[in-house]
């Protein structure tokens, strides 16, 4: 039998051909009704919104969007922040993300001045992952 970690909850579950355990396709089935229920009576709503009214996390609902469970034209969103996939009118990121990239952005230069690389390294690694975290490019590879 193939065992393999469930991409969203990380346990180790059977392998069928689902990327997730039951457990979790049962927990994303019941958010898909409750999303899709919740979207005829609300449409036009974003990320945030969605999320905020029926209790699916936004990680849940960015998942969804990715396996097409959900489209991004039931959501009438054109832009998310490639950082946290926040819907936003302009740009690349939402305003909390820009503020935080540029902060980031500054410590880690500075730090390099400091020679203090190593430390930052990794942080460094993270900010750049975060800026490739574009839900409309990130599509789960295997
Ligand atoms: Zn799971
Ligand atoms: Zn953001």
Sequence with gaps: MDYRYCKRCNKLYVFGNMQLCNNCLQEIDKSVSVIRKYLEENPGSNICV?????GVPE?????LLREGRLVFSD??????CERCGKPISEGK????????????LSK????????????????KGDLIKGINMNVLERREKD
């Design 59 to 63: 990680k849940d609902i960015l998942y």
């Design 108 to 123: 880690t230069s500075q730090s390099m001045l400091e020679g203090k690389m190593k430390k930052e390294e990794k942080s």
């Design 50 to 54: 969605l999320s905020q009214n029926t």
């Design 75 to 80: 959501l009438q969103i054109t832009l998310y």
């Design 93 to 104: 990121y939402c305003g909390e993300c820009k503020r935080d990239l540029e902060n980031l």
